[in-house]
């Protein structure tokens, strides 16, 4: 199979209820992480570095932000005479609650593209990950669907998870619905599946005409009337579904393993350009284990932090294990601990905010304390 056959599909809006506080004012897609990315930098990365170069995001509101941030695609490798990227916004003006009305609905650009398959991701997803070696699986083993896999704890935001019964040759067994999931592990999907389109356009009309719009059902039942075959994706995966699994994330960056894995030269990921002049760190400043991002003044003490472009820390503030995001100002002899702090904040001098690792305390965007 040929990466210039595979056609990508990303859902930009995955869990957005489940992470209200962040996606109030933006689509999933668009939440900022790492200091300098979106998470939808992640999904287009991995599809610009496998080959792919046709790539639909859907987007069901809040998405102007996502627009903006991903542009044309230049950013991506995808705005070339051959490439492209298409933000597609709810049909009509109405967002589609269900998986499958939301497909049948934008199947004239699904059936437009030259492709034969489509790769179908979630926004949701921060993995960095070879989509070349599932292409090749696809095609060895002869297979109908592909599931991406990965063996790991549920996040607590998936109400309903998908588990699979996979077999040695990798054919998958039994899909299990919402299972009784405890504190192990478990071979579950988060949403990636590739196949043919006219296979899976074929389905959608069928569950459409028997008003079948729950796709997990779908999914259960097409283990009995195709190959389906599933791909483990054994490098780092972060699904964020929740406030606690986004703190959680943006702390496991301080890994240098984690950050070699995610940010491989080999296979870069890509995001919107904005220049910046360095950062400077003042003579009263003291920076710990903390990811910085251009244009930053730094004039308290740093520890622990992911702090985005553009954010102001005062004299004699002390923070520590926060992210912060960008143009934020934060005041002199601040103190604070556990804070996820939005966009263009400003918190005033001699403020104390305090949360735990499992309840991280979070300002709005704009805000002012």
């Not at 991406?148 to 040695?168: K, Q």
């Amino acid at each position: 199979m040929r990466s210039n056959n595979v056609m990508g599909f990303i859902f930009a809006g995955t869990l957005e209820d489940k992470i209200p506080e962040l996606a109030s004012s933006r689509t999933t897609a668009s939440i900022p992480i790492g200091g300098k990315y979106r998470l939808i930098d992640f999904a287009l990365s991995n599809m610009s570095n496998s080959g792919i170069n046709n790539v639909g995001i859907v987007a069901k509101s809040n998405f102007m932000s996502l627009m903006d941030h991903v542009g044309s695609g230049s950013a991506y490798d995808l705005s070339k005479r051959r490439s492209n990227l298409t933000i597609l916004p709810p049909y009509g003006g109405k967002a589609f609650s269900s998986f499958v009305e939301t497909i049948y609905n934008m199947h004239g650009y699904i059936e437009h593209g030259r492709e034969e398959y489509i790769l179908i991701s979630q926004g949701n997803l921060v993995t960095n990950f070879d989509y070349t070696d599932v292409f090749e699986f696809h095609s060895k083993k002869n297979s109908d669907i592909t599931f991406i896999y990965n063996h790991g704890p549920v996040p607590a935001g998936y109400e309903h998870p998908i588990t699979i019964d996979v077999a040695d040759d990798g054919r998958v067994k039994q899909v299990f619905v919402k299972p009784e999931t405890g504190k192990g592990e478990y071979d579950q999907l988060f949403g990636t599946i590739l196949l043919r389109k006219d296979l899976l356009m074929r389905e959608i009309r069928n569950a459409l005409s028997i008003n079948q719009l729950d796709i997990k059902r779908i999914i259960q039942k097409s283990i009995e009337k195709y190959n389906v075959y599933a791909y483990e994706n054994k490098g780092y995966c972060a699904a964020i579904s929740t406030i606690n699994d986004y703190f959680a994330f943006n702390m496991d960056l301080m890994k240098k393993e984690v950050r070699d894995e995610l940010f491989n030269p080999k296979r870069p990921i890509y995001t919107k350009v904005r220049d910046d002049a360095p950062s400077r760190y003042g003579l009263t400043s003291c920076v710990k284990n903390s990811i910085i991002a251009q244009g930053c003044v730094i004039d308290g003490e740093v520890e622990n932090c992911v702090i985005s472009k553009g954010v102001y820390v005062g004299e004699g503030a002390k923070i520590s294990n926060c992210i912060i995001m960008q143009d934020t100002k934060i005041g002199s002899n601040t103190k604070l601990n556990y804070v996820i702090i939005d966009k263009d904040v400003v918190i005033k001098d001699g403020r104390s905010l305090m949360g735990f690792d499992s309840y991280p305390i979070y300002i709005a965007k704009k805000s002012v304390v």
